[in-house]
Nanobody, 122 residues
């Protein structure tokens, strides 16, 4: 079955960096756009970044709030998608979720990982 397992979250000071990883299994990873979302306490889940398949050009897209600071990438040989986060701000504090938009009955948005907490604080 489809599994998405995030790692790499933690506590970091403002201005610091973290790299999140999402290991995927159970589907043809290279054939799907992959996405990172985040959800802060009391707020709706928001799309942070996405990356298309290599055959579609590997195009990336970012939320305005993270442009120039975050970079999404993928390694199809390792079935892994990454989110490099630099110049982190307190407002980046959230649970970050990996997403594969593969149709799944009863679930909006496809398949989700369990999430990894990112806390930016001094």
């Amino acid at each position: 079955q489809v599994q998405l397992v995030e790692s790499g979250g933690g506590l970091v000071q403002p201005g610091g960096s973290l790299r999140l990883s999402c290991a995927a299994s159970g589907f043809t990873f290279s054939s799907w756009t992959m996405r990172w979302f985040r959800q802060a306490p009391g707020k709706q889940r928001e799309l942070v970044a996405s990356i298309t398949t290599v055959t579609s050009g590997g195009r990336t897209n970012y939320a305005d709030s993270v442009k120039g600071r975050f970079t999404i990438s993928r390694d199809n040989a390792k079935n892994t998608v990454y989110l490099q986060m630099n110049s982190l701000k307190p407002e980046d504090t959230a649970v970050y979720y990996c997403n594969a938009p593969i149709p799944k009955v009863g679930t909006i948005g496809g398949y989700w990982g369990q999430g990894t907490q990112v806390t930016v604080s001094s």
